[in-house]
């Protein structure tokens, strides 16, 4: 590792997400406010004068914009995703699981995907990436609330900085019958060590993000669907529980743009499905039902951010409240 302090690690990340979207702001307003730089730019750029592009004619909303990435041939692609813990101490060490997924960490995490995206045509982008992570990057003490397993976890990975799990994604923008979409395909390797150990080799995802505006309001509806094969390499019977084979969810979302820079938006996790090599064919796991909901911050168009809490509906508790942050972000 290059980095030898938990702290200097945290501040590393921080550093790094706040001065991609500083960069991207402050390039974002010198051109708004300069002519002569809009001339230059032009020159120089590959990007169509806003609303020109065939993607943003098909795709207004900014969540979704920003989902897709850049509208340059080259680009730099992020995404982040801040786990944090309940309402009582969002920032420490545990996390409630509100979803009962078998797969869900205890410990609180930052993780993130950077990667460099090449723009096939106006409508299709491919993206190679590689994952970042770290376990509780803001605590190097261990919460109460820990169950055994947990605390081992925390012991195991708190404050390491893991670069992983390339991923290979295709994304294709289009709107069909009105609703605003974008169909992604997304192939991840494992090479992080927890889950080399439980023998997962690969995760394989097709999935559709569609919201509808109802003619240009302010509100929107849609859903998020996701179907997920797993493959394995490692076929121990001690092992086949723990190792995730599919992965189904048709999660419905609301949004309603409050004004151009925020939006408030909720996903509503009710049907969430995931299934062991350890499960016969026919038994699948339904995970908790859960919602998402919070406000999404539109920095750019290339930047999106959403701080979000995440909490059961049918036990609605501050220590069964998650607080978490997500953010896509695309440069160049």
Known sequence: MIFTNRFYRSIFILFLFCFLSFKEAQA???????????????????????????????????????????????????????????????????????????????????????????????????????????????????????????????ERTQGELDASNPVLTYRKVMKPFGVQSILTVTSTYYTQDAQVQKGLETRNDISLNSLYDFGGSRFSAGAAVLGGVFTHNKDAASLRNSQAAYEFYALPITEFEINDFMNWRAVYRYYWYQQSRGQGSSEWTTLDPTISTGIGFSITRDIFVYPNIQFNPEDVRADRTNVGMSANISLF
């Open 28 to 154: 974002a307003s010198s051109t708004s406010s300069s002519p002569s730089i809009s001339t230059i730019n032009a020159k120089n750029s590959d990007k169509k004068p806003d609303g020109t592009d065939k993607t943003d004619q098909l795709i207004t909303n900014r969540n979704l914009r920003s989902l897709n990435g850049s509208l340059s041939t080259w680009s730099f692609a992020s995404t982040w995703n801040y786990q944090g813990g309940d309402l009582a101490k969002p920032v420490g060490s545990s996390r409630p699981n509100v979803t009962g997924a078998q797969d869900i960490a205890e410990v609180q995490n930052l993780s993130g995907s950077v990667g460099v995206s090449y723009r096939l045509t106006e409508t299709d982008r491919l993206t190679f990436g590689v994952g970042l992570q770290m376990a509780s990057p803001f605590s190097s003490e261990p919460d109460s609330k820990f169950s055994s397993a947990g605390r081992k976890e925390f």
